[in-house]
């Protein structure tokens, strides 16, 4: 038997390391130190035996960066590599005794579908950033854990920061529990529910402490200090919808041969900001914005940057953050029609004016722009009125939305100086 303490656990979690219930949420603010305790509970529990594990994300590329890397981290602190095979073409990890962690992207449905361990039964599935996921999608993890004759319990754990009240999440488990915003515990009915925020992470940094606590948008400390399910007021962008472009039966189905009209829009990031690229296309008639891709990434060099660009948009054109001429000539010798936007003198602004003005439909798909458009709000004065300042939060894709857009916006617009 494997015994872990607070020496290299935060205690908050300790309870909850051989919980049974069969679905289980952890939830919270940044840093909080979620994803780093149920990166050790894989590791402990694959040790011990009896349990395999599927890791999934919405977008697998996502998976290496994230908690396949921090479950590396904990082989290694641990000092117990040498009972690991760690896979990094395969994302897969074995352990000594023949139990996995296998890694896969929610974007795979195929491949999801044929994985099996090699020794018993997936017995956990856990979904990282789980927002981002569609409630059928979550329906059919959970069946998915059917059948096996082990003794094991099954579980399906959920982890994510809280971002709205209205995401089918809280409806879902939250609701029916009657979860209050100061309660950080629930266990009944086949249900585990923790919450946490940095005060539980004793591993932070003053300064990771000080940038939490300084946060001074409502929404922001509301959901990333303080963990606490969001309520978004001053929402700028309301002119959307989500639809299923590949589907027939749908009202706004796009097929790919119609999708002709491309604008793609780049802006870069690396560490703590994804690269994100937004791919459109645009039916300029009926004032139409149709997403139906996107590239949400960060810890992408140049060079890797650019293959995914053109894994997405072939030799389409981009236009790019001009900030970064350095990155944009690197994309152009690795082959990427990259060009910079001009982003003129009050270019924000009116770019979310164009954008406001148009009907934008994002592709169920792309839960990244989802994402940011549910979220990104004016700054609030001390009233709690909106000013005509967007929150510089969360706008990654935004932003690269509008650089795609800025040609159209030309006519009506004169780029004069850099903003």
Not at 55 to 74: A, N
Not at 297 to 326: C, F, H, R
Request: glycine share 6%; aromatic share 12%.
């Amino acid at each position: 038997m494997i015994k872990l303490h607070e020496e290299v656990i935060n205690s908050v979690y300790l309870p909850f390391l051989d919980a049974s219930e069969r679905r289980q949420i952890f939830f919270g603010g940044s840093s909080s130190g979620k994803s780093v305790f149920l990166s050790q509970r894989v590791v402990y529990d694959l040790l011990q035996g009896g349990r395999n594990y599927l890791i999934t994300r919405q977008v697998g590329r996502t998976l290496r960066g994230s908690v396949y890397t921090e479950i590396k981290k904990v082989i290694s602190d641990w000092g117990v590599s040498e009972l690991f095979d760690v896979s990094r073409s395969d994302m897969l990890i074995t352990c000594q005794n023949g139990y996995q962690a296998i890694f896969c992207g929610l974007d795979d449905v195929e491949k999801l579908k044929s994985l099996t361990p090699q020794k018993g039964v997936i017995t956990d599935i856990w979904v990282e950033e789980a927002t981002e996921t569609e409630q059928p999608t979550i329906k059919q993890l959970f069946k998915r854990q059917r059948g096996g004759s082990g003794k094991t319990p099954k579980r399906l754990t959920l982890s994510f920061n809280p971002i709205l009240r209205s995401h089918w999440i809280y409806e879902e488990y939250f609701a029916n529990a009657e979860w209050a915003d100061d309660q950080s515990v629930y266990r009944g009915d086949g249900l585990a529910i923790l919450k946490t925020t940095y005060k539980n992470n004793r591993f932070l940094t003053a300064a990771d402490i000080a940038d939490l606590e300084n946060e001074s948008d409502p929404y922001f400390r509301d959901v990333y200090t303080l963990g606490k399910w969001g309520v978004l007021g001053n929402v700028i962008f309301t002119n959307w919808r989500v639809a299923d472009l590949d589907n027939p039966a749908d009202e706004y189905y796009l097929p790919t041969n119609q999708r002709t009209n491309r604008r793609n829009g780049l802006d870069f990031g690396f560490s703590s900001d994804p690269a994100a690229m937004s791919c459109t296309h645009y039916d300029r008639n009926h004032k139409r914005i149709y997403i139906f891709d996107e590239l949400y990434e960060t810890g992408l060099t140049n060079d890797i940057l650019a293959d995914a660009i053109k894994t997405k948009i072939a030799q389409d054109y981009v236009k790019a953050d001009s900030a970064e001429p350095k990155s944009i000539a690197e994309l152009q010798g690795h082959g990427v029609s990259a060009e910079g936007a001009k982003k003129g003198k009050d270019s924000v602004l009116f770019g979310i004016q164009w954008l406001q003005q148009q009907e934008i439909i994002v592709d169920k798909r792309c839960v990244n722009m989802r994402n940011e458009l549910s979220s990104y709000k004016w700054k609030e004065d001390a009233g709690g009125h909106a000013m005509r300042v967007p929150v510089d939060r969360n706008n990654h894709l935004i932003d690269a939305l509008r650089y795609a857009y800025e040609d159209e916006m030309a006519d009506k617009w004169f780029f004069s100086s850099y903003d």
